[in-house]
């Protein structure tokens, strides 16, 4: 086993990573920027190195200086967490190369699903379903070709975007000269590639994702899948599993694909598989996230399994220690993400929390790095805490949501918390009857406030 870990990471999920670490009796090193001196992380690791100045790209993202961190405190192994460096695959490498682990898959592995067109193919290849689309586009009259094959309207999609950043609908003909320059120039400003695709356009889908994990003897198993359809500007605000819209056939037919498709390319550590699901409840492959992710919790509630630890286990060359069709999901869960923000605009609020209070009991689980008289900065994502719970059942699990919302105090700046309540009082919701465009009824200016 890994004798020291260094957490490259920052806020709930490097507390979350060192929660692991200590069940696993693993000692920590965390690494902070200047912003981050007085953060739980840094109090909880065992040691803490300063690893630059506030903004990302010159600490988070600093390459060099948490490589010198680890060799600095003799840490043995790196945990990227999710964002920051967790899907570089230039980063694993540079791991690789300085004699440590980067907790993670294979860096070839993270470049093929980095590229989001070389991806479907691949999956393709192995069997998951895709949505009819096109492989790079390399000409305008090459684009109209295809795109009227497909049927208006179309997508386009940057392929080495993600998470929905340079993508653009193209309702008909006349608009996809212009909106597919305009996708490749996003792609080449925020990606640096302008390479896009274009995709058959779902209009009311749902986002569905399996979990997975892999480890470096050849067996993969999946975890159930995961609702993620309740989106604002593409940041989920809630999370479930199991979707009330996959039945218990079409989750074994489907994770049996996805086991033997990950398994073919020896697929190592947690990932992700995200899936659009259709008006007709077909599932559609749309790319790999291959870190874990901020939702993964609501997966360790349903099976009772702590993701994180196993992550570093196989890490470490161990084996997943359970059958693929042997994992049960035990009731449901929902999870919401509470975030800083402006009530009107959603603009991320940072600032000063002057009073904390979160909720607890059976079924609760908060994880946060949050306390009264903690700031969040402006220099990093909003998300202050994600609120889970449990339940026997759904019903159950939204009425233990809505009084542990109802529990959690949090004074000093604006939160998501009115949201939440809101949805989970909400009729449809509790229904299970919404897609992607839901939350555009709960806002004035109808873009999914
Ligand atoms: C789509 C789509 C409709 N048709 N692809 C957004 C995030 C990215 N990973 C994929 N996304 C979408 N891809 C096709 N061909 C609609 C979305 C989408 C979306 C998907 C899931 C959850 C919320 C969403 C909100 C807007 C758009």
Excluded at 94 to 123: H, Q, Y
Excluded at 265 to 284: F, P, Q, W
Excluded at 367 to 379: F, G, K, L, N, R
Aim: contains cysteine; charged residues 25%.
């Amino acid at each position: 086993m890994f004798k020291k870990i260094l957490v490259a990471n920052r806020g709930e999920i490097a507390l979350r990573v060192i929660c692991a670490c200590k069940e696993l009796g693993i000692p920590t090193v965390a690494v902070y920027s200047e912003a981050d001196r007085y953060s739980l992380p840094v109090r909880f690791a065992d040691e803490a190195v300063c690893i630059g100045p506030p903004r990302s790209a010159d600490s988070y993202l600093n390459v060099a200086s948490i490589i010198s961190a680890a060799e600095i405190t003799g840490a043995e192994a790196i945990h990227p967490g999710y964002g920051f460096l967790a899907e570089s695959a230039y980063f694993a490498d540079v791991c690789e190369a300085s004699n440590l682990t980067f907790i993670g898959p294979r860096p070839e592995v993270i470049s093929l699903m980095g590229d989001k067109n070389r991806a479907r193919a691949r999956m393709k290849e192995l069997g998951l379903a895709i949505l009819p689309g096109t492989e790079v586009i390399t000409s305008e009259e090459e684009a109209l070709r295809e795109a009227e094959k497909i049927g208006f309207p179309v997508m386009v999609k940057a392929a080495a975007g993600g998470g929905g950043r340079g993508m653009r609908i193209i309702p008909s003909a006349e608009e996809l000269p212009h909106l597919v320059r305009t996708a490749q120039n996003e792609a080449k400003a925020s990606f640096g590639n302008s390479d896009v695709y274009l995709e058959k356009y779902i209009a009311a889908p749902r986002h569905i994702e399996f979990q997975v994990m892999g480890d470096s003897h050849g067996r993969v198993v999946h975890f159930g899948e995961r609702e993620c359809t309740i989106q604002r500007r593409h940041q989920k605000l809630v999370e479930e599993s199991p979707s009330t819209q996959v039945d218990e056939d079409t989750r074994r037919r489907i994770g049996r694909q996805i086991i033997k498709a990950l398994t073919e390319i020896h697929y190592t550590s947690a990932g992700t598989v995200e899936l659009l699901m259709d008006e007709k409840r077909n599932l559609y492959f749309l790319e790999m996230n291959t870190r874990i992710q901020v939702e993964h919790a609501v997966t360790e509630m349903v099976t009772g399994i702590d993701l994180v630890k196993y992550q570093i286990l196989i890490a470490a060359g161990g084996h997943v220690p359970f059958e693929g069709e042997t994992i049960n999901l035990r009731g449901h869960s929902i999870e919401c993400r509470i975030v800083a923000e402006h009530p009107e605009t959603f603009a991320p609020s940072a600032g000063k929390i002057t009073v904390f209070h979160e909720p607890g009991g059976t079924g609760v689980r908060v994880d946060t790095a949050s306390y009264a008289e903690s700031v969040i900065p402006p220099y990093y994502d909003s998300l202050i805490a994600k609120l889970v719970v449990q339940g026997k059942d759904r019903p159950e699990a939204i009425r233990r949501m809505s009084r542990a919302l109802e529990m959690f105090i949090i004074e000093g700046i604006n939160t998501s918390v009115p949201v939440h309540q809101k949805i989970m009082a909400d009729a449809d919701f509790q229904a299970g009857n919404f897609d992607t465009h839901f939350l555009t009824r709960f806002s004035r200016n109808g873009d999914g406030g």
